[in-house]
């Protein structure tokens, strides 16, 4: 993306912040494994939102004042001797051409510039992502820096600045469009190399390392998440990831997968026979599970609750299972059905924003429902992704096989 979009993307936040603060945004850095080894670095999906920069260590700053904001970003310095052991530092040059950040300062000037600011203007907030999914999780660099700034200025009030940027990423730039889209065609040559590939007898992990090399050989360098291999009863274990089970005639195998593409990610599910063909059985509940997705792709589009999409796809599930013998009673679905039927897609696969609202165009979200029968073993998934637009939806990963009779057509060859 060009640094236009970012410049973009700070300014409409920018507008929300108040008079007199300053804001810090922390890329982050690699957590530590084990010996002399760090994890792979992701950076700080707000961070990269904000700048498009994906090093570490590096902090935005923005200050505003008298209606204006000013923006210093601060940068590791390049180490010659280091150098040759990692690689070279982003140069100030390359991280204002990405970012469109004028004023970049190497880190080492961070506190006496953030001092100088306190010292000098009438700063009263300081707005940071203190973004916490549970209480037991371990402190941050940002809430440490939080309770740091709090005990040398006390006066400080500390806010959140977590749910603006969220509502911002809520609504995807046709640039980001853009992305989502090449990372669900990377994942489509994926699905069709499991396809081509799956065999009685398997492992789960090898029908998967067909999915893995596609990626590879795309450049694609991390996945939207762990993917789910899971065959017969393992399908009925949501989040499944053992992935080392064999693959048995007749049985059913469902992915859940996703490639990401410049740190924007597909979140596909397909469930299709090993052996290339469908029991009748199986072709009943598939098709339910079908119906429903059709259901939820025909009404989503501006103006509708979120939670509609999920009562639209238990409606069509319940009258499914009651048809198939499964249930009596559209209150005992939750024994075969117990997630929601949609999330948000974009920079985080389980993407940010609220869901107590109303769906708006520009909006990119998953349609998966499911039926997961543990007494049949049998754990059928189907996921697309959906693009709100302004009088409906697009269907973003509409090209990846999945009728009963694509996939039975396919596998035949």
Known sequence: MKKILFNVIRNNLCD???ENSITLMFAGQAPYKS????YAFTPNRNFYYLTGLNREKMILMLVKKNGTVEETLFIEKNDPIVARWVGEKMPKAIANEISGVGCIKFLEEFEETFGGVMNKSKIDN???DLERQQFDLAMTSTQS??????ERYPYLRIKNIYHEIAKLRLIKSKEEIELIREAIDITDSGI?????NSKVGMKEYQLEAH??????NNGVTDYAFHTIAACGVNATVLHYDQNNSELEDGKLVLFDLGAQYKYYNADISRTFPVN???TERQKQVYNVVLRAQEAVTKIARPGILFSVLNETAKKVLADGCIELGLIKEASELPKYYFHGVSHYLGLDTHDVGSRDIELKAGMVLTNEPGLYIEEENMGIRIEDNLLITDDGCENL???IIKTIKEIEEFMAK
Do not use: N, Y
């Open 16 to 18: 929300k912040l108040e």
């Open 35 to 38: 010996g002399d080894e760090t």
């Open 126 to 128: 300081l707005c940071l």
């Open 145 to 150: 820096f939080a309770k740091l700034a709090m």
């Open 192 to 196: 069709k190399a499991l396809m081509s």
């Open 211 to 216: 999915f893995d090399f596609i990626l590879k």
């Open 276 to 278: 290339g063909k469908f």
């Open 397 to 399: 990963s509409k090209q």
